[in-house]
């Protein structure tokens, strides 16, 4: 099956800076790669997600890039702000509709002031 | 509004009393799964649902039931807990498995 794997697991930057989360999974035939933000006492939620026909997507400070390649894919935030701390999930999901998806570890993203 | 209700959000129980947490959704959605969430180890798949009356095995089945005779709910069974099963458990939806993932507000059990 898939395996994910996330990096780093905390994240501490200063507030304006950039930061990045690196994810790894092991099944060529994943195709669906979302990101998900958790913050204390709520559920997760889709923040961006991108497919394995498209190498870069943004959305206004996120964006996600995929090297099908190498079989990895990143969540870049610029100019982060307090309210970006969080934890934060890469998932990889194979072909067809009924595929699961395979969740990383999670990233604890402290942004200090 | 849209979303995934999940019941009750604390739970604290003794082994081998039997419980189930439910969980309802309002969107239509065809696919629902339940997830556990324990430290260092993500967010794991218990079983899952493509339709009503179809569910399957994820990653951590063992323990745990399901039933899916609604669209709408799909509630998760504990026949005989064990502390082992203390953790955070979300259930989830989406239109079908390759799909964004909405998540209830999760459910802390402790098993004592």
């Known amino acids: 099956g898939e395996n994910v794997e996330q990096h780093p697991s905390t994240l501490s930057v200063q507030e304006g800076d950039s930061a990045v989360i690196k994810c790894t999974y092991s099944?060529?035939?994943?195709?669906?790669f979302p990101w998900y933000k958790q913050e204390l006492g709520k559920g997760p939620q889709l923040i961006i997600d991108i497919r394995s026909n498209v190498g870069e997507k943004k959305d206004q400070r996120i964006a996600v890039t995929l090297n099908k390649t190498a079989k990895h894919f990143s969540l870049h935030i610029t100019e982060t702000q307090p309210e970006d701390s969080a934890v934060y999930f890469c998932a990889a999901s194979g072909g067809g509709t009924a595929s699961k998806l395979t969740f990383g570890t999670g990233t604890r993203l402290q942004v200090t002031l | 509004e849209a979303q995934v209700t999940q019941n009750p959000r604390y739970l604290i129980t003794v082994t081998g009393k039997k419980l189930t947490v439910t969980c309802s959704q309002n969107m239509n959605h065809e696919y629902m799964s339940w997830y556990r969430q324990d430290p260092g180890l993500g967010l794991r798949q218990i079983y899952y649902?493509?339709?009503?009356?179809?569910?399957d095995k994820g990653d951590v089945p063992e323990g745990y039931k399901v039933s899916r005779k609604e669209k709408r709910n799909f509630p998760l069974i504990l026949e005989s807990p064990s502390p082992n099963q203390t953790s955070l458990y979300f259930c989830?939806?989406?239109?079908?498995?390759?799909?964004?993932?909405?998540f209830g507000n999760g459910t802390r059990l402790t098993v004592t």
């Open positions: 099944d060529s035939a994943s195709n669906y």
């Open positions: 649902s493509m339709n009503v009356e179809v569910t």
């Open positions: 989830a939806s989406s239109w079908q498995g390759n799909s964004p993932l909405h």
